[in-house]
């Protein structure tokens, strides 16, 4: 059997849009067993399932598809194995996904699962890809590239993604639908899809504070990544890229100027609060979100160090819902307050208690 373990993530951290993620421990997980038959008369592959089939439990479980060729991690998987020759799973796969994860709520529910699709394709076809090239085939898929560099690598992570020259450029901007088929489309097609370019992301995994826990807010309904990032502008502005200081009367670029702080800040033992809080704020993502969270703009301004002993710093996580709260102890009243504000808004939510997942990824053999 092998055990496929990928955790979720919180991109953004508040000023790192589509830079940091950090890794949490909540893990998807994929039990696989390949079955091989000894029959003589059984040589045709079965029709529709590609080799593959799969039980599923957990987030989703009423509607997450089954079908190889339309499940987001067996899609990805296919799309590995078809860059490698290969149109099938070997025969028989079985996979059981165990998937804690919400989907839809700004944990990387949809990261995990292209991360797990790429190392499925490794292990049960035996590719040999390090971990470095499976992060290429995850960023034709999942473009931005936080939530999938920190499931892959673990901890608390910075990437960028490698100036591609004009051919790879071309390659990397092949629409999604060319990468991924829709089922009807031809993944079953003759067709090879395209090959990612060779070292698109890049990435280093900064330190972190041990005595600092995630608190994630979880409310009870979905905003979908691709909807969040619709609602954004093509360009900044200089104002909204700007802060003008009121002491200097200079201008100096927000986000930029935070998230250059935050990365040393969370590393320090004791945490400054007072520092985080300041860094953790945003301007390129969360203003533009507002509409799709109710109560979002009472939330980030209400639950500050002072209100609140303990907490460090409060940021929408990913595109949302998710609200995370970094803290170092009172966490369970940190939580109740801002479930409290959801609620005045119509919205119930639960809580999870998170610690990093410092170690990514995993693949174990038995
Ligand atoms: N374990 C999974 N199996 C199959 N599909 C999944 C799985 N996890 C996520 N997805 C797909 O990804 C979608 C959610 O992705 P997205 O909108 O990016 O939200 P997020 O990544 O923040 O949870 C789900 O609606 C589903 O289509
Ligand atoms: N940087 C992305 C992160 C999306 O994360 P998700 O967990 O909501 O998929 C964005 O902010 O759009």
Known sequence: MITI?????????????????LSLSIWLTLQVNIVTTTTTTDTTPP???LNCNITYEGEGASHVPLAADANLITRTALYVLKCHGQRTFPRTTHVHIVNPIPLGRGLGSSG??????????????????????MMDYCLMIERHPDNVMAAMMGGFVGSYLRELDPADMERKEIPLAEVLPEPAGGINTGLRPPEPPLGIGHYIKFGWAKEVKAVAIIPDFEVSTATAREVLPEVYSKKDMACLSPITGTSGIFNLQRLAVL?????????????IFQAMQDKVHQPYRKHLIPGLPEILASVTPQSHPGLLGICLSGAGPTILALATHNFEHIAEMIMARFKQEGITCRYELLEPAYEGAQVIES
Do not use: M, Q, W, Y
């Not at 990365?263 to 520092?275: G, K, Q, V, Y």
């Open 112 to 133: 995990a699962a292209v991360v797990a699709g790429v190392l499925l394709a490794n292990s049960v076809s035996k590719l040999g890809l390090s971990k470095d090239r």
């Open 263 to 275: 990365t040393t800040a969370l590393t320090r033992s004791p945490p400054d609060a007072e520092l």
């Open 5 to 21: 373990k990928v955790p979720c993530s919180s991109a953004n951290i508040g000023p790192g849009f589509d830079v940091v993620g």
């Open 47 to 49: 029709p529709h399932t």
